[in-house]
């Protein structure tokens, strides 16, 4: 983490250098696979990265190789940009627990340590929830103090938002709410009025000036600070969790300038969310309070999992504390991934950052209100043909969007406009800010518009959404009745409609530029007006014409047959279904915000046709796309892979090629094994009983190669070029005068996974998918044959399923 | 399904045999494990069998052996209480499917067939749905029924219970709702009065007169037509989820007389719950309905999916129609078991069962009022210790019910008392009625009684329990205060302490019994009371002693500090965290139940404490300990295996045995297969080059190889003992007049899966549990050396536990 200047370029840099190898040294056609396992350089770097991985320097290493008690420094650490191997990344976990263990019954230091190792989950539990908890309550109400500060300050004291400004005032009238002397607009304290076409422009220049402002200041620090900070974070951490490495993507740094960023890049009043990117900073947490603890910050598996805690604990203890809604169907959506016994430490995790977020953010509790609407009108079973008409915009948007952005996004890598960051967040900063001023639907905060939209109209609702004529009759029963739509209403619609047109068009160019930016929000918000939009049409629709066919039997004159609010609730589970392709989850989120049986069914059959939809019109989800888009190495955990191709057309070497390179156990010597090393770029090499058998005996991975060779060189006595390597447990008696030689079993992997050559890759697929292996070595009669390594499979996968295969970037 | 008459004693006989086995042929000590993997002989039977899976008959099979395209009738099904490979069963539809879609561009026959094929799966959750939400309505409505008619009958139409009885009563007070003329107690019938000691006797003699005829009914149905009937059958649905084969355990025959027996059960008052049977109820309509599908009936994997459909089906559908707690507490149980993918069709399902029940059972509305129940009073921190103690009590009763339960299982199974389940059941049963109707706690249905535990006193609660002084004095704000208790109330806590002490010692002797029985109920009884008793305790206390140190910081007079209906729920969910050890699911649903951040911890401190508390005094929850009991081979799916073994230290053979017994691939004649196959009772044989080399070609199971060297006798010609059998891909030109050979490469499973012997057996549980697998070859730099088993995992994880290795029976 403390080489944060290395790495601010490594992942451009890197990416391009690796495909280009891609491309060039290849000597087969394009159609073939490429051959190597594109491995970085290890350059002079990676002691230095060691140091702070492992805490102890190379100087502590055992000088006996042979009875190696420590393991050399290095050994068992991965490069940035690799794939982890979750089964010995596990293994070593169980050794270290078994270790304690049994020390414990040794001495009452090693007990105490026992217990205080088991204890430090709960302790790390904790913290995380207390760290993630106290940002998203910061970051909450920042983001609403500067919102409201493009609008005006309050006199009272400038740290006060709109809300709290008028809290305490006396002159707050109930009807306007928001209204009080002491908040003053720019204009005011401008020009000293609020009145006339003057200080609307005041205003006007006020709040795209402070748009830019804060737009300016959030891409500037994620440029020169910490470049993993932008977008949402979801399509890395999705990568990261299934085991790969990013060094840095969890950093302190991109905690720090996305915590700060993500404010900013809120109350720019861009069309973005704060839920993917708080996912990413509690991720963050996890991540960095890991390194407080040995056990786990030595392990990458037991890192994942801590890092999994901190997502779930910012997503559950947002649900529990009712800050948004976002973060709630996040964590349902993650929460599988993990064994279910540790999903009790997440629920602790959560129970604190939903009681600090509570205590910081005492406001935030009447979000909860806000987003839980309790409806009481049945629906009808007509009324399924608009909630499956909104699932089908719901699925259009969401297929279109992904294209349109996973384009704009390519265009952005690969022309001169990613150069330019800082002026492509101006621009549609600008645009924005200045296309939404006048409308006030634009203006308010995304979640505020969203939770107006859900919002069944009440007797006392002042908005103009419920300006209906007729306001205060009641029918029998206390209920509202359908009414005709009075002015407010129609021109509400007017907005809406300016409104949505504007979402649509601004989010596909907003998602993806380089500032922390979430997508549920927005995605909802368009889900929600389109809802909002066909449900009012509805009303007015039942109500004039009651007397058609498909109303009269169950809509009479003067009663509340539909209610708008649940439309603009299907719309956004519809939207958000066709963009995330999640729609249990939604359903099931959605199904406990209306609390009740009733409304599951408009809901599943919207989220339904909206995934049915969007998958028909492409397959993948937008982090998917994303993840595909950055060629990261993630295997999807759900998609079956349906081809019956087998074992031996994925592996390397392939037919043509020569043949798999192989170290013997006893027979090379040092200087061979270098010159292996130095002639290719294979991340490993399977070390067989001698060249002509081919009888496997285990795997070596280049990485502990070298750095033992290095280290036996520099500290083992005579071990030269000559010395032979022995992989076996007893090396045989050598003649004198003949150089030592260099016992390398314990970096050995003993216990590689094969498989036959005619199995089907879709078994293979499965087992990489389930143990989460990085590579598998292919027998055929007991004899090595080959090897199949994540890349492949991934690459087969693609090609299989027409896509580019040398789209896939990383080991 | 058709050979029930078979089935009936199978069980047991099979597993008595099976486990001599184990203790006599075995040369080694007892340490040692068994060399064999129990298969049962193959005997004529399985023939017959076999049509009844496949649909076809030996008869069709194709006489070109060289180019089957047919399958063998037989060949790739499973014995009788055998483990099913997931990996194959897979493969298997992934053909299939990809056959169907291949197809399909060739006709429109085709076309259609591909649609309706996936179409099925939908239809098929329609019917499951609609299926076990029909007879889950109809045991709810007869059970409700059959309990009152201990008491009495309805003269306005036998068919009327209590409820439904006086419903329409004109002659009913608000104050004594129970009570109508058209309801009359047997007394009244009979010797026309209700009041007096005699009519006592007559009421209480034809109460337990009523209880002795269901339960009689429900033993003798249950011991003549379906042994497979009796229990909650979770332990055995668990192990079949999970890939092992109990045929008719999920058969209709199961269903039928489980549905009518669960229903005489449930009425005769034994202490039981209906929760676990209509989870069994609900596998059979799914694994019965997979029959009408040909995509389902002949995929072992496939099959068990649907089960698990049918069983989320009824749980989430009783949850959503508000049936009943227990349910959804399963529903989320099992819920993670299948692929996220499926989960909307279990979704759908749900929903269609959920509204079955409603149109069916429009009472069972009510019971979600019952059940849910909101809270306002905030709880304090001091109470943490209350709940911390009923913690305690659930998690020491859980484990001491899982102990003496299981112990007196063990006892009925080896002694001489499991021979006359009648007799048993009828003597538990007449010992609960005579005890049970003195008390009305016992008198009424469990369920009733946990609903009135869990409800907070209102103004107009006319129960015992709500006999509080000054009942109609609220406090400012509507709120009812901590009252000094009545006399109501005094009785209420004896008769239900008396309940308590009942319900702990009979549920004992009740679960297990040849009868329908689950425990959910029970065990939430035993907790419920547990914490009523203490809450009322506790505010009693606080009532009178509130000037206490640690009361009077909080609890001030007149203020409604304590609810002992949260004690309640709390005392509940921890006895069945005890009992189950299902913790999450169980605060989860709670959560969801109490609907608030605010009674989480509680539930969440009571539900931990209990399983620590259990888990100290016994790892496994009862399922658990019911599977071990009946040595079903079930790999625990969370536990994580903690030892240092190796796959060496497990495989077969051991060291000092003989050699593994393997094929080889062409120089084997028929005589020499079939005298390794008498000879042998392994269920399988890998097949190697040559003996020499040892060198793994493939795995050939027993089953399939028996059934093609029949076949190939019967049909194909020339097939004599001296026949070479060919595993290879060509066999070499053979000079003339040598006998035919015999090619059986179409049987062998190319892609067995290997480890090395060096492999930790962490890793290989691992591979076992994440890939379904049954066997597992073992290699030494290549060479073949060894088999593991499934058995043999659990076999040593057993040993490993210090639990008796024997106790694993089945394969």
Not at 72 to 95: A, L, M
Not at 358 to 365: H, Q, T
Request: net charge negative; aromatic share 10%.
């Amino acid at each position: 983490m403390d080489n944060r200047g290395f790495q601010q370029g490594s992942l451009n840099s890197f990416r391009s250098s690796s495909s280009d190898e891609d491309l060039m040294d290849i000597p087969g056609t394009a159609m073939d696979f490429s051959m190597r396992d594109d491995v970085p350089p290890l350059d002079g770097e990676i002691e230095g990265k060691d140091k702070s991985y492992n805490g102890g320097g190379i100087g502590s290493s055992n000088r006996m190789m042979d009875f190696l008690e420590e393991p050399i420094p290095g050994v068992g650490t991965y490069d940035d940009f690799n794939t982890i191997d979750w089964v010995r990344e596990k293994s070593r976990d169980r050794d270290r627990h078994r270790e304690i263990t049994n020390k414990s019954k040794e001495s009452t230091w090693a007990l105490i340590h026992s217990v205080s190792d088991a204890f430090s989950g709960w302790l790390l539990m904790l913290l995380i929830g207390l760290l993630s908890g106290s940002l998203a309550g910061l970051i909450d109400i920042s983001a609403h103090w500067m919102t409201d500060l493009k609008e005006g300050i309050c006199t009272e004291g400038f740290w006060f938002n709109h809300e709290h400004c008028c809290w305490n005032s006396e002159h707050v009238t109930f009807e306007d709410r928001d209204k009080c002397p002491e908040w003053n607009s720019w204009s005011q304290l401008i020009i000293s009025t609020d009145e006339g076409a003057f200080a609307y422009i005041v205003n006007y220049f006020m709040y795209v000036l402070w748009a830019l402002l804060f737009a300016f200041l959030a891409v500037s620090l994620v440029k020169v600070f910490a470049p993993y900070a932008c977008g949402s974070g979801i399509p890395e951490i999705k990568t990261i969790l299934s085991g790969f490495i990013i060094r840095g993507y969890l950093g302190k740094w991109t905690l720090i300038i996305k915590t700060i960023t993500l404010v900013l890049a809120v109350s720019s009043g861009l069309s973005l969310g704060k839920e993917g990117p708080l996912v990413h900073v509690a991720c963050c947490c996890g991540n960095i309070l890991c390194h407080c603890f040995n056990k786990y910050r030595k392990n990458e598996a037991k890192r994942r999992e801590v890092t999994t805690h901190g997502l779930n604990s910012l997503s559950f203890g947002e649900s529990l504390s009712g800050t948004t809604l976002g973060m709630r169907i996040w964590g349902l959506y993650v929460s599988y991934y993990f064994p279910l016994k540790t999903l009790w430490r997440s629920f602790f995790a959560a129970l604190v950052a939903a009681f600090t977020l509570r205590s910081i953010n005492p406001f935030g509790n009447s979000r909860l209100v806000l987003f839980y609407v309790e409806f009481h009108t049945p629906w009808h079973l007509f009324e399924l043909v608009p909630f499956i008409l909104l699932g089908i915009f719901g699925g259009l948007w969401g297929a279109l969007f992904i294209r349109t952005n996973i384009a704009w996004c390519r265009k952005r890598k690969t022309t001169q406009l990613g150069k330019y960051p800082v002026i492509e967040v101006l621009v549609v900063t600008a645009i924005t800010a200045i296309l939404a001023f006048p409308n006030e639907y634009t203006r308010m905060s995304t979640s505020e518009l969203i939770s107006e939209l859900f919002n069944d109209c009440g007797l006392l609702d002042s908005s103009k959404l419920c300006d209906y004529e007729n306001r205060f009759n009641t029918s029998k029963g206390g209920e509202l009745p359908d009414r005709p739509a009075g002015v407010g209403v129609y021109s509400a619609m007017w907005q809406l409609a300016l409104t949505l047109i504007l979402k649509i068009v601004i989010t596909i160019f907003t998602f993806g530029m380089k500032i922390p930016s979430g997508l549920f929000i927005p995605s909802m918000a368009v889900g929600a007006i389109a809802g909002r939009l066909l449900g009012v049409g509805m009303e007015q629709l039942a109500y004039y014409h009651h007397d058609w066919a498909i109303f009269n039997s169950w809509c009479s004159q003067g009663a509340d047959c539909i209610t708008p609010g649940l439309y603009a609730m299907v719309g956004a589970a519809a939207c958000l279904g066709g963009v995330t392709r999640m729609t249990v989850s939604l359903v099931v989120i959605m199904f406990e915000l209306t609390g009740g049986l009733e409304y599951i069914v408009p809901l599943m059959a919207a989220a339904m046709t909206s995934k049915w939809v969007a998958d028909a019109l492409g397959r993948e989800g937008i982090y998917d796309a994303h993840i595909r888009l950055n060629g990261y190495p993630f295997l999807e955990a759900k998609e079956e892979f349906a081809h019956k191709t087998l074992a031996m057309d994925v592996m390397k070497p392939r037919r043509n090629d020569p043949l798999l390179t192989v170290l013997t156990q006893d027979s090379m010597t040092v200087e061979d094994v270098e010159t292996v090393i130095s002639e290719t770029t294979y991340s490993g090499f399977p070390v067989v009983v001698s060249r002509e058998s081919q009888r496997l005996v285990g795997f070596v991975l280049r990485r502990d190669l070298i750095i033992s060779i290095e280290n036996a060189r520099k500290k083992q006595d005579g071990v030269v070029s000559t010395s032979i390597i022995y992989f076996t447990e007893h090396s045989p008696p050598m003649p004198p005068y003949t150089p030592p030689t260099l016992k390398l079993r314990n970096i050995l992997d003993l216990s590689p996974f094969t498989v036959t050559d005619l199995t089907p890759m879709e078994i293979v697929v499965d087992i990489f998918r389930k143990l989460g292996l990085r590579q598998c070595l292919v027998t055929h009669n007991g004899r090595l044959l080959g090897i199949i390594t994540k890349k492949d499979v991934l690459k087969h996968i693609a090609q299989m399923a027409n896509q580019d295969p040398d789209s896939i970037l990383f080991n």
